[in-house]
């Protein structure tokens, strides 16, 4: 097994994770069989309990896991199926270590960050190479080299590479090379200052990655090698790619990085075909179509909230040939003014998940609009709760129907919690989640677009559809097409008489690939497009 260890330097949001998911792509091409994950130094055990505006979406893996959101990145750029195994946090190093000094594992010691601390992380790589099958783990660490909490997650790969030796690993840092326009030139020196921060850890950069806005010249490559010793052709440039993220592992290979790394590595690896994977790049810039999809959130103005929906919606669009114009949509705008005002002139609305009742009402306006105006809806999670509630409302005529998560006293509590959440009192890990089979019903446009009998998808939610309300609201024409193998909930919903309006309680965009869409992003996508050519 190879290691590879990424760190960041400069600022934060550097692109660390499509940095080290391209590096990915390109060694998966090259014919590896590539492993990716993720260290992050904060001390929450998981992400999932944090807000969207901290974290951006979380990303949930088969198992249950709930991650950040570059496992996301991960999983679309290679074809690595993520456990909860590939992303460590502070929080569980130190759950696992309090837990081993209660049990006393550690009897007589004082515990401590080193070694205590360091060999719990190194431990966690160990087992990653024991238990995945591979030929290279691509490690991520979180954060910026020179936080406090970042230090032992550093020290913990420095000694590891001590341990498994220079040939067998790698450590590549991604730096911002900064352009100061006042002095029309580039800037290295926060470059090499934080090169010099890894050095006095003891970790030396086999590659600096560098982020620019504009090409780096010979001379800019010269002085970074000569100032973080490094040489000259292990200083990528990593420039900002002007149409799409999945150009970046064309980039990273123009400038030669994954033969550096095979060659800093000693692996023997024939050169990528990346045909298939530039073909996706060219429908993804080069569509024939247009249409516009609105999103009614509630995190709209914060690019990382629905990260893998806008993906999903990326990857339906290029097998469409259609360039997808996303039309974020605060839903309390909808509230304040009506839906006609922001979703007249788009040819799908979609409504993804959400906790809390903030923003609501104006997403069940959202699908309203959706249902009586004939444009194509796709609701995800809460979104198919919100088809529910809205049908319930507006067509069965049970004025106050509601989930409860948004109102206890309903009368018509048609989307509730099942008895085994009603006993949960811990916040942490304790939704549905995960991988689970849904069994689709025959004759359903559900069914047409995934061509299959069962699927699998991964959820993330404690509120499902009351089935007690599964007979009324069939009687007046909703379909439940998708339900779990023993029959108790409901997975998918549609309405056989509208162009297009599918929606589910799992999370489809999860699971949504560049040369895979996903079938009901797809179908969705197409009909927007059927749509739109109707107005045409
Ligand atoms: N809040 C809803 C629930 O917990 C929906 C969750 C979601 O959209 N992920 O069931």
């Not at 070694?115 to 691509?138: F, L, S």
């Not at 420095?158 to 900064?178: A, D, K, M, S, Y």
């Not at 326009?181 to 890894?198: D, F, N, Y």
């Not at 005002?341 to 009742?357: A, E, H």
């Amino acid at each position: 097994m190879k290691y590879i260890f990424v760190t960041g330097g400069v600022v934060s949001s550097l692109g660390k994770g499509l940095a080290a998911a391209s590096l990915g792509t390109l060694l998966e091409h090259r014919g590896l069989k590539v492993i990716l994950q993720k260290f992050d130094p904060y001390l929450n055990v998981d992400p999932g309990t944090m807000n969207p505006y901290e974290h951006g979406e979380v990303y949930v893996l088969d198992d249950g896991a709930e991650t950040d959101l570059d496992l996301g990145h991960y999983e679309r750029f290679t074809s690595t199926n993520l456990s909860r195994l590939n992303n460590l946090t502070s929080g569980q190093v130190y759950t696992n270590v309090l837990a081993k000094e209660r049990s006393g594992a550690y009897l007589g010691s004082t515990v401590q960050v080193i070694p205590h601390v360091t060999n719990e992380i190194k431990d966690r790589i160990r087992k990653v190479a024991r238990e995945m099958t591979g030929d290279i783990i691509i490690t991520e660490i979180g954060g910026t080299v020179g936080d406090i909490e970042g230090l032992p997650f550093l020290e913990a790969i420095r000694q590891f590479g001590q341990e498994v030796g220079p040939e067998n690993v790698l450590f590549i840092h991604t730096t911002l090379v900064i352009y100061m326009r006042a002095a029309g030139e580039l800037k290295t020196k926060p470059t090499q200052q934080s090169i010099a921060k890894l050095r006095e850890i003891g970790i030396s950069p086999g590659i600096v990655l560098c982020r620019t806005e504009l090409p780096l010249d010979q001379d800019i490559k010269d002085k970074i090698s000569l100032f973080c010793n490094v040489v000259p052709e292990a200083v990528i440039e990593a420039r900002d790619t002007k149409h799409s993220i999945y150009e970046v592992p064309l980039k990273l290979h123009e400038e030669k990085l994954d033969d550096l790394v095979c060659n800093l590595l000693h692996l023997e690896t024939p050169q990528p075909d990346l045909t298939r994977w530039r073909q996706f790049v060219h429908r993804v810039i080069n569509p024939t179509h247009h249409v516009r999809i609105a999103v009614v959130g509630k995190y709209i103005e914060l690019q990382d909230a629905y990260k893998s929906i806008y993906e999903a919606i990326v990857h339906a669009g290029a097998s469409n040939d259609v360039k997808v114009e996303v039309v974020r949509v605060d839903a309390e705008d909808i509230e304040k003014t009506g839906a006609d005002t922001y979703l007249n002139g788009v040819q799908g609305i979609l409504v993804p998940g959400g906790f809390g009742d903030r923003g609501t009402e104006g997403k069940i306006a959202a699908c309203r609009y959706a249902r009586e105006n004939n444009v194509p809806y796709f609701g995800i999670c809460l979104g198919m709760q919100i088809a529910v509630i809205e049908f319930a409302r507006n067509v069965c005529g049970w004025a106050d129907a509601n989930s409860t998560e948004f109102n206890k006293a309903t009368s018509h509590p048609v989307v509730s919690l099942l008895d085994e959440q009603r006993k949960v009192t811990q916040k942490g890990g304790s939704m549905r989640l995960g991988a689970w089979v849904t069994d689709l019903v025959p004759d359903t446009k559900t069914y047409k677009l995934y061509q299959s009998a069962t699927i699998t998808e991964r959820h993330r939610h404690r509120y499902e559809f009351n089935t007690q309300y599964k007979e009324p609201m069939e009687a007046k024409g909703l379909i439940i097409s998708g339900m779990s193998p023993d029959g108790t909930l409901t997975e998918i919903i549609e309405l056989p008489t509208h162009p297009f309006f599918m929606a589910c309680q799992f999370h489809p965009e999860l699971l949504s690939k560049p040369n895979h869409p996903h079938p009901i992003f797809y179908g969705f996508v197409k009909a927007a497009l059927r749509q739109r050519n109707a107005e045409d």
